[in-house]
């Protein structure tokens, strides 16, 4: 859209329970996953990403001692190395109520070591008062890692895979798909090259290139969309 802009904002404020936890657990993020102001109290929902099950542990052992950051929190449900959490919280306690009062749109909220990673839209005529108000909040650390155009290119595809559907050619896709139904990615490998070459009737060094290039596409455009919605893992 002409005008509207996207903005990564990484902040550290006091008095938080999900900056705190993080700064002593680096070994996980939480992503918000819903957040809506009820009565008197924000109410969240997180989703929380381990790298291994000893940080898990950890973090689940000690979620609980910050009772004065927060008034309840409830793990709803687990799975392997994910766990989602319910909170709630005291306005004075979130960021939220400051980003909420800005003709700002929140579309991602990341915690991780000890800082806010918050995306936002905001229209080109609207940034630099938000950026004003923003850094006039008292007891706050700003920094604006990002500010990109949302460009067309973005709005032509729905997702990652219609991204990588329109990058990769007709013979790419079919050797790739018949190399994965033939169990060449498997290891042990239940076809070799030879073979998979043989079934399209070209050579192998052909089938080799039309892998690899297939592949490194694939590989790019992941990394490259990993980093977009987890570059605050640089850090």
């Known amino acids: 859209m002409e005008g509207l802009k996207e903005v990564v904002l990484k902040l550290w404020h006091p008095g ?18 819903g957040v809506f102001k009820i009565s008197d109290e924000i109410r969240a929902n997180f989703k929380l990403v381990a790298e291994n099950y000893d940080a898990l542990s950890s973090f689940i052992k000690d979620m609980y001692s910050y009772g004065d950051l927060a008034k309840e929190l409830t793990v709803i449900s687990r799975k392997k190395l994910i766990v989602y959490i319910h909170g709630r919280f005291t306005p004075k306690s979130t960021f939220y109520e400051n980003i909420f009062g800005l003709d700002i749109m929140p579309t991602r909220i990341v915690i991780h070591n000890g800082h806010e990673y918050w995306t936002v839209l905001v229209y080109e005529e609207k940034l630099g008062e938000a950026l004003k108000k923003l850094e006039g909040v008292e007891n706050i650390d700003l920094e604006v890692l990002s500010i990109a155009n949302l460009g067309d290119a973005k709005e032509e595809f729905d997702d990652i895979i219609d991204q990588l559907l329109s990058e990769l050619s007709m013979k790419q896709k079919k050797v790739l798909f018949e190399a994965y139904r033939s169990g060449y990615f498997e290891w042990p490998r239940k076809v070799n090259l030879k073979e998979l070459s043989e079934k399209f009737g070209i050579a192998k060094s052909t089938c ?28």
Do not use: M
């Not at 938080?16 to 996953?33: A, D, F, K, M």
């Open 16 to 33: 938080c329970w999900s900056i705190e936890i993080t700064r002593n657990h680096p070994g996980v993020y939480l992503i918000v996953t």
């Open 208 to 235: 080799l290139h039309h892998i690899r290039s297939a592949e490194q596409k694939i590989l790019k455009k992941f990394l490259e969309e990993l980093w977009e919605r987890e570059r605050y893992l640089e850090d």
